[in-house]
T-cell receptor
Framework: DAGITQSPRHKVTETGTPVTLRCHQTENHRYMYWYRQDPGHGLRLIHYSYGVKDTDKGEVSDGYSVSRSKTEDFLLTLESATSSQTSVYFC????????????FGPGTRLTVT | QQQVKQSPQSLIVQKGGISIINCAYENTAFDYFPWYQQFPGKGPALLIAIRPDVSEKKEGRFTISFNKSAKQFSLHIMDSQPGDSATYFCAASIGGAQKLVFGQGTRLTINP
């Protein structure tokens, strides 16, 4: 699992409430990513980070914000959750050798009711 | 905009057979093409990857074939086993930031 943990692993929340998902890594990787997985869409990049306080948007960033105040933690926030944000969220890190492969965490299943 | 198209959506293969999953891409700037395997309730796991300067890469029973002119690449699983039953995703990215663009996924079932 490349030393990646995600919390919480499951969450049910109501429309309009704020939600923060946490990704934690233990191996000092520079690049971290947030993807969402939905049936028929594969995985889609939400935001990524290339260092502390350095972040950029991905393919489906609307409605999401991120923060990275220290190397090991990358937070994904839904400011006001909507039902369309019901999904499985995966964090990934980019390795530091070879082809710089991405390794994924175990995922967080979020349900917005 | 789907930049990587994957087919088929689902595939059933008999044990010992060859499983073939295909992907097509649009952006010729893509320079890295990984395949991921995902079991239910787990995160995707990197299986094998290729860069466009080679036409084929083999790791054990898994082979990627790459056709740059056709903008297509495929995953071949030889001697398919029930333990290979999973969902497979192709992906592509450009440069060091590695913002992966994924195909829609293929659910592979290997019948014993």
């Amino acid at each position: 699992d490349a030393g990646i943990t995600q919390s919480p692993r499951h969450k049910v929340t109501e429309t309009g409430t704020p939600v923060t998902l946490r990704c934690h890594q233990t191996e000092n990787h520079r690049y971290m990513y947030w993807y969402r997985q939905d049936p028929g869409h594969g995985l889609r990049l939400i935001h990524y980070s290339y260092g502390v306080k350095d972040t950029d948007k991905g393919e489906v960033s609307d409605g999401y914000s991120v923060s990275r105040s220290k190397t090991e933690d990358f937070l994904l926030t839904l400011e006001s959750a909507t039902s369309s944000q019901t999904s499985v969220y995966f964090c990934a890190i980019r390795g530091t050798s070879g082809d710089y492969e991405q390794y994924f965490g175990p995922g967080t299943r979020l349900t917005v009711t | 905009q789907q930049q990587v198209k994957q087919s088929p959506q689902s595939l059933i293969v008999q044990k010992g057979g060859i499983s073939i999953i295909n992907c097509a891409y649009e952006n010729t700037a893509f320079d890295y093409f990984p395949w991921y395997q995902q079991f239910p309730g787990k995160g995707p796991a990197l299986l094998i990857a290729i860069r466009p300067d080679v036409s084929e890469k083999k790791e054990g029973r898994f082979t990627i074939s790459f056709n740059k002119s056709a903008k297509q690449f495929s995953l071949h699983i030889m001697d398919s086993q029930p333990g290979d039953s999973a969902t497979y995703f192709c992906a592509a990215s450009i440069g060091g930031a590695q913002k992966l663009v994924f195909g829609q996924g293929t659910r592979l079932t290997i019948n014993p």
